[in-house]
């Protein structure tokens, strides 16, 4: 049996209980930013194990909990950004029998991360290594190609197809107990805060989320277990509040590229900032925006409307 504590704000706080455990990573020292979850099913799974800058506190922490170099087996991504899936290769190699569950359109930059590579390096800058360390290549013959309608590892862990986000997301539903593990198909939910939509360029699609939140709140889930941050109940209203905070900052944006005001995207930044410093504290916030900068997803919804007026 696994045990674990949830962070504050979330489902269960001070509440043992047997799966999943979510596994903070404390990416770049900061807690409640990037969480791995480790299930306990048929055999040991995790899902999204990080960047390579956080593998170390990931190894550590799956060794406390008994899983060793033979034992880990599934590694399910729910798609292929650094921030979710940068450690991978790195983590075959420690884990040799374990294999690597993505979207059939995720695993081509599995085996050559490159293009995927310089893609963020694009947005992040000289920032990009020091936030996520290389990601290199998986072997193919490691990777189980996952196509929609396809089962998962076992027979009560559901693969579903989740795009908005990025095209290939894919969240998984544990039916024996109801935690569908959203990757950032739910959005970020930072110590139990407002849920902000992360829609950094290029892949956003704003008309599949929406169909996305509808099909995830016909699920009748439990709860969710979010990348950003923790294990929370209330799927209906996040649903609800995802999908308002996504129109919102589409009419945000269309006014902004209107009106020529690009610089929104920096004043957007700001407030949301602020606004989640309510739930963080002010220190925190700073850091996690400095990662993750909401200016960013003014920019990815401005890219797609651009392509999609």
Not at 213 to 238: C, K, M, N, W
Request: net charge negative; charged share 25%; proline share 7%.
């Amino acid at each position: 049996m696994f045990v674990t504590t949830y962070p504050s704000g979330s489902v269960g706080e001070q509440k043992a209980v047997s799966t999943p455990v979510c596994i903070d990573l404390l990416h770049l020292g900061l807690e409640g930013a990037i969480a791995c979850y480790l299930i306990d099913g048929e055999e040991p799974a995790i899902v999204d194990p990080g960047p390579t800058t956080t593998l170390e506190k990931l190894t550590s922490e799956l060794a406390g909990h008994g899983i060793g170099s033979k034992d880990l087996r599934h590694v399910l991504l729910t798609h292929i950004h650094l921030d979710h899936a940068g450690a991978t290769g790195d983590l075959c190699k420690i884990f040799p029998h374990a294999t690597v569950h993505v979207h059939e359109d995720g695993a081509p930059h599995l085996v050559d991360p490159e293009r995927l590579v310089a893609s963020t390096r694009r947005t992040f800058g000289d920032a990009h290594d020091r936030l996520w360390g290389e990601m290199r290549p998986v072997a193919s013959e490691r990777i189980r190609i996952w196509y929609p309608g396809q089962d998962g590892p076992w027979r009560a862990l559901r693969p579903l197809p989740t795009p908005g986000h990025i095209d290939h997301h894919v969240a998984y539903l544990d039916e024996r107990d109801g935690t569908l593990f959203s990757g950032d198909s739910m959005g970020i939910v930072l110590s139990g805060g407002p849920t902000h939509p992360p829609t950094p360029p290029p892949s956003v699609d704003l008309r599949a989320w929406a169909d996305t939140l509808s099909q995830i709140r016909q699920l009748g889930s439990e709860r969710f277990a979010v990348t950003h941050f923790g294990i929370y109940e209330d799927v209906d209203r996040r649903c609800t509040e995802l999908q308002n905070r996504l129109n919102d900052l589409e009419t945000r944006v269309r006014i902004g590229l209107a009106n020529g005001d690009e610089e929104d995207a920096q004043r957007f930044g700001n407030e949301v900032r602020e606004e989640l410093a309510k739930y963080m504290g002010p220190e925190r916030a700073v850091r996690y925006f400095e990662m993750f900068s909401a200016s960013i997803d003014w920019e990815g919804v401005a890219f797609y409307l651009k392509r999609n007026p």
